[in-house]
């Protein structure tokens, strides 16, 4: 599994499922538009997920080929990617002040990849139960809009992941008014020292391996 970072809460995972050969499934998350201040994400799509539709995570319009679009709740299985769709809010009073959003699971060769949107409160139980045991949680850390980096923090122990990945921080040229990650760093104190902008992950790679944070680079 490949996963690539474009920057806000937007990541590309390449997938190759067990049973489909060596055939590539090109999955999109949250992709912005350049109202973000950086450059949209490009490539061939399989499949599009959108926590919300806001500007900044719903530019379906970038990417191209004909991607299978999901922005509800739900179970799918597509391409031999298995997706699960839990709703959540974008704000702590169940979504009255910024509405829904849709938190989203990922099982394929062996790793589970949990991608939180534009979460705005504490992680419930039945959101606990359905998220489960995840190799890589992507989490907001910036704040405002979304966790900042100490309630981020609260819900990544509940989740104890292998990998977190922080995203929708203020990156340089981005017109988000958000925190960026220093003070997150600081607080869970297992920021790794390089920042890559892509990972290629095994299934082994989790093992032994708790609470990592690594904040990436975009391309």
């Known amino acids: ?17 067990a049973g489909r050969g060596q055939e590539e499934v090109s999955l999109f998350i949250d992709p912005f538009d350049k109202a973000v201040g950086l450059r949209p994400p490009q490539g061939q799509a399989d499949i599009a997920l959108i926590s919300h539709h806001h500007h900044d995570h719903d530019n379906v319009e970038a990417l191209k080929g004909d991607p299978r ?9 597509i391409k031999g990617v298995n997706i699960i769709g839990i709703q959540a809010y974008h704000d702590s009073v169940l979504g ?21 949107g534009d979460l705005g409160h504490d992680l419930n139980e039945k959101q606990l139960e359905k ?8 989490v907001p850390i910036g704040g ?7 309630k981020a923090i609260e819900n990544i122990k509940k989740i104890e992941p292998n990998i977190i990945i922080p995203m929708h921080f203020r990156l340089k040229n981005s017109t ?17 020292a390089e920042r ?16 990592q944070a690594i904040v990436m680079n975009i391309e």
Do not use: W
Not at 1 to 17: A, D, E, L
Not at 133 to 138: E, F, K, P, Q, T
Not at 196 to 211: A, G, I, V, W
């Open 131 to 138: 998220i489960g045991s995840v190799n890589v949680l992507m």
């Open 176 to 192: 988000a008014d958000i925190d960026d990650e220093k003070d997150f760093c600081l607080e869970i104190g297992n920021c790794l």
């Open 69 to 77: 679009i999901i922005d509800l709740p739900g179970e799918y299985s």
């Open 1 to 17: 599994m490949n996963i690539q970072y474009y920057g806000h809460s937007c990541f590309k995972i390449t997938i190759k499922p």
């Open 196 to 211: 890559p902008s892509k990972l290629n992950l095994k299934s082994k790679d989790f093992e032994n391996k708790s609470m």
């Open 96 to 116: 009255k002040e910024r509405g829904a959003n849709t938190i989203y699971v990922i099982d394929s060769e062996d790793i589970r990849v949990c991608h939180l």
């Open 144 to 150: 405002r809009y979304t966790l900042d980096h100490k």
